[in-house]
């Protein structure tokens, strides 16, 4: 009798725990119930169309085309022929199983990329068989297509997403496609869309019966959102046509607007080299080449001294503390001495001796005596160095130098403006403006990237102000409204000082260093430099070929396009920076180059620099620079 009591009980409790666990499965928990676990079940994502980007005028520079990945969920997987499977998909078993263990350690309830990105004739042929293997099937997927071979720096590229990022975001499976670099980065949230899903069940024999519970938890995608950008394409492809056989960078942008129309970086490559199967050998040899770094965007990341046109911070800095005017004169005798000794000497290549040059003279015949007085006087205006060197730095930062300009593209660095604590920490004797007189002809510890030295130019052009770089012109139909990029950001130098500085500027390209450049129609204002370039051979610093320098705008008045021009071991800004310059200049304003100056494009697009980058290569280099 008590045994039967005690049957009676262990069956009612064991009945009545099967019907709350049925109560709690189909009640209770109903509404979050998760499909992906159910072996019966299969996952079909459906993967949107990226969005599409265009240049400023409308020109396609990114599209879509179709890819088909096979794909595998491991819990799913049953025995199957191992050796039949790898002829059919051509790898090893070795790879077979190499893959199937990643498939497994991501997640075995999860699908993931088995093999990526087939060619159509083989899709077809294995959409046929591969119903015989539970586990796997094939998923269609948008890859990218560049129709024009250029901007990679720009565009960017997407990459496969890797196990750690699919463990945190749980938008993206292992083996999905992301963006890496570029737009494709910055605006991944934008451009990718959402995907959908379809959970589809399927009977003990592997085939689909049908929808998931008649399709309650399927989603449809959404496409991405199309991105017009402001580059320039036309002028893009121009520059880097320019930039062929040479190193450095090239940032033009529109005044008016802070619109990046063309940044180049210099030696570059077609961005479909890191589309399909051939991306994982074509990214090893790009990523890997250490000398000419075609993957480095030396617009964005490359600092270096900008040389001569800093003269133009250091006038504007003079005026506008009143150490300097306009008819102030400095006389130079072949350059400016700062010390005792014979290499304390800052030679000058004006061609003015003896006779006291003013601002506007001294600007277009790029006189190092003159800015050295200046930015002198500015240090030690209040007779303490410390003070001084911190209130010319406040000036400086105002142009957006020293600093993230927080521009709209995920690569950068901030470049560097020292103040007074720096050398306070740094020079252990008691030091004035002639100890860190570099700094007044752009070279000492200044250093600046290609796309600060263009929006320097660009406030310049505007006369005192400016607004943030950005590539990105408008979402869809959408005109981008971010305060950020549509306010004006003022520096603290008045309006009224500006007016001197780029009339000398206009000079520059009339009788100065530039006037060999000079296209005619075309008021333009600039400032040539040549920056000093010295590495460390041996453990012995030496000077190698100078790295030519150019700012301009133009025109001079209501100017359309404002750029610097890095030229990487070019020798004097006059000779390569100046006439890639002039040349961009009349090819975005005019749009074409005027048959008096085809002899100075043939020159340019002919122009290399290789030999100089080989000899440099002859002796292991280490490059001397400066990490703050």
Known sequence: MQRSFLLYFLITLIGLIFIGRLFQLQIIKHESYDPIHNAAVKIMYDYPERGYVYDRNEKLLIANQLSYDVMVQPNQVKELDTLEFCKLLNIDKEEFLKRFKRAEKYASYLPSVFLKQLAKEDFAFLQEKLHKYRGFYIQKRIIRDYPIKAAANVLGYIGEVNEQKARK???????????????????????????GKKYLHRNRFNKVTGSFKDGIYDTLPENGKDLMLTLDIDLQVYAQKLMKGKRGGIVAIEPSTGEIL????????????????????NSVTLFNDTISKPSYDRGLLGAYAPGSPFKMMNALIGLQEKVINQQTGFSCYGGYRYGNRANEFMKCHCDIYGTPLKLKTAIAKSCNSYFSNTYKRIVEKDNNPTEGVNNWHNHVASFGLGNYLGYDLPAGVPGFIPNGKYYDDNLKYRWNGSSIISNAIGQGEILITPIQLAN?????ANRGYFYTPHIVKKIDSSFIDNPKYTQRKKTTIDKEHFEPVVEAMHEVFKTGTGKYSQVKGLEICGKTGTAENFVIIEGIKKQLADHSILVAFAPKDNPKIALAVFVENGGYGSTIAAPITSLMI????????????????????????QDIYDIQLQKPIEVASRTK
């Open 262 to 281: 063309a940044l180049v970086t210099a030696p570059s490559y077609d961005p479909n080299m890191l589309v399909g199967r051939k991306r994982s050998k």
């Open 456 to 460: 320097f130019t660009a406030a310049i």
């Open 169 to 195: 975001n749980d938008y993206y499976q292992q083996g999905e496609l992301e963006g890496k670099d570029g737009i494709e980065r910055q605006y991944e949230d934008v451009l990718r869309g959402r995907k």
């Open 586 to 609: 009349e090819k975005y304003i005019n749009g074409e180059i005027s048959p008096r100056n085809k002899y100075r494009e043939l020159n340019m697009l002919n122009k290399s620099l």
